[in-house]
């Protein structure tokens, strides 16, 4: 007798991007991240065969294995108690001996060795292992962006394997959201080493945070935002931009200290006048949100010019924030600097007309970008019937 096969799964959840705070969080100062959205989409189907396969399409992954071949795990252990190291090193044979993974990027192993690590947490403990599973991962978040992409893959994996074997059903309750931003926090130690769990968890509960000497701080406040993104294209070392910061601190600490101070009060003030703009919009006091938003601006404005005073500024940068001003925004960049993404800002009432010429700028000077918005829904999930599936997975 052929037993049926559960149900497809399909899961997604943003990237994140840094508004205010960058690099004086490393220093005790306070950060606020949103949710970005460019989200990353996860779609499991249980197979009738004996094979587990990844399709990862933005790191050219296309892979297949025997279930039969993975090392056994019969107790599903609590995502605080780490990695599983014995079991990771299984895993990492496995994967070491798969020729299609010899050549790219180190993030393509990472990811391969994350999927089978979690398959053999999740589900080997927790299901019986009579048919095998495909999961087809699609993202909008380019790859080492500083936006998140591992953080969103992260989430969705554990969102969807924890749902595929009935551990949670749904994610409204806050308990689901806490336990499937444990297991993508494990998730991103594999592929990160020793992330600040930053990341996951704003991919993982959407909306905003503040970031502080290691806690997260929910702004339950906080309007969602409209912003062109950029990417800048030009590679840097996040090492050594943070440590650049840090020489600089060390090296002229009557100069620095108030910089670091001064990220701090751009950051509180950007957050105030946040909360002031999600409260009046749409009331009596509507008349005040424009003003609220041109502060957002000259905070955008102001940290900008203070990252580069700390040295994490690059000149396509600046070319971003010259081009936005002369239409008559503010963009920052967002992250490490040193290249990477910048955002622009798109105030309540904005010229269109303005923008289109802006967009139209940057789309001869061939730049990256997207319209998006800040501050979005986190992680989502959905069941998808059988007679759809077909059109689900566009086969």
């Not at 690099?23 to 779609?43: I, M, N, P, Q, Y």
């Not at 806490?178 to 909306?207: F, Q």
């Not at 003030?269 to 919009?281: F, G, M, R, V």
Request: aromatic fraction near 6%.
């Amino acid at each position: 007798m052929t037993t049926e096969l559960p149900r497809c799964v399909e899961v997604s959840a943003p990237g994140k991007l840094i508004l205010h705070g960058e690099h004086a969080v490393v220093f005790g100062r306070t950060a606020v991240a949103c949710s970005l959205d460019l989200r990353t989409t996860l779609k499991l189907r249980p197979v009738r065969n004996n094979m587990i396969s990844l399709c990862l399409k933005s790191l050219d992954i296309d892979i297949k294995f025997p279930i039969d071949d993975l090392p056994e795990c019969k107790a599903m252990r609590s995502p605080e108690d780490g990695i599983d190291l014995e079991l990771f090193a299984k895993v990492k044979k496995i994967v070491e001996k798969c020729s299609t993974l010899d050549h790219g990027l180190e993030s393509r192993l990472l990811a391969v060795e994350a999927f089978l690590y979690l398959y053999c947490e999740i589900v080997q403990p927790n299901k019986p292992i009579d048919h095998g599973v495909s999961i087809h991962i699609g993202s909008r978040l380019p790859i080492g962006a500083g936006l998140g992409s591992s953080a969103a893959f992260s989430v969705t994996m554990s969102a969807a394997m924890l749902a595929y074997v009935g551990i949670i059903e749904k994610i409204e309750e806050k308990e689901n959201f806490d336990l499937i931003n444990r297991w993508a926090l494990l998730v991103e130690k594999i592929i990160h080493g020793n992330p600040s769990g930053l990341d996951n968890t704003m991919c993982c509960y959407g909306g905003a945070m503040k970031y502080v000497k290691g806690e997260f701080f929910p702004i339950d406040t906080f309007p969602q935002l409209d912003v062109v993104l950029i990417n800048t294209q030009v590679p840097r070392s996040t090492k050594t931009l943070v440590s650049g910061v840090g020489d600089l601190r060390s090296k002229y600490p009557a100069v620095m200290e108030p910089l670091l101070n001064s990220f701090q009060a751009i950051t509180e003030a950007s957050i105030a006048a946040c909360e002031k703009i999600n409260a009046e919009c749409d009331t009596a006091k509507d008349t005040n949100v424009d003003e609220h938003f041109r502060t957002l601006k000259q905070l955008i404005t102001m940290n900008q010019h203070l990252l580069n005073a700390i040295g994490v500024g690059h000149r396509d940068l600046d070319k971003v924030v010259a081009k936005a001003a002369l239409h008559g925004f503010s963009a920052k960049l967002t992250g490490a600097g040193g290249g990477g993404c910048a955002f622009i800002l798109l105030h309540r009432g904005y010229d269109r007309d303005r923008m289109q010429q802006l967009l139209t700028n940057l789309e001869q000077s061939e730049t990256v970008f997207w319209h998006t918005k800040l501050g979005g829904p986190g992680v989502s999930l959905e069941y998808i019937e059988k007679s759809d599936e077909e059109e689900w997975f566009g086969y």
